[in-house]
């Protein structure tokens, strides 16, 4: 079916830089807005950026001037480049896509809900 591929987590010092990828792949027909979750622990998975098919973004009041979310529509990729890192930016952090694509019966399917597997963010202080 359809793959959400998160990957470039991993442990950085404050004040420093990491770049999340997340590729779609699979049977894919259209993505439209995709996006970046994340989850620390004890608490709720919180909204960090998002990005339509068109280009417009959001982001959370916390990461605001620090992150900035792009994507790469003929990949069907979303980045998240996080600079100025804090320790409180620690988490697991998803991807989130709105898609469109086809089961192995070639039924069009569409999934305003599309998860990935999460890749984990470690910030020393």
């Known amino acids: 079916q359809v793959q959400l591929v998160e990957s470039g987590g991993g442990l950085v010092h404050a004040g420093g830089s990491l770049r999340l990828s997340c590729a779609a792949s699979g049977r894919i027909h259209s993505v439209y807005a995709m996006g970046w979750y994340r989850q620390a622990p004890g608490k709720q998975r919180e909204l960090v950026a998002t990005?339509?098919?068109?280009?417009?973004?959001n982001y959370a009041d916390s990461v605001k001037g620090r992150f900035t979310i792009s994507r790469d529509n003929d990949k069907n990729t979303v980045y998240l480049q996080m600079n100025s890192l804090k320790p409180e930016d620690t988490a697991v952090y998803y991807c989130n896509a709105d898609l469109g694509y086809y089961s192995i019966t070639y039924t069009y399917i569409r999934n305003r809900d599309y998860w990935g597997q999460g890749t984990q963010v470690t910030v020393s202080s």
């Open positions: 990005i339509t098919s068109g280009g417009s973004t």
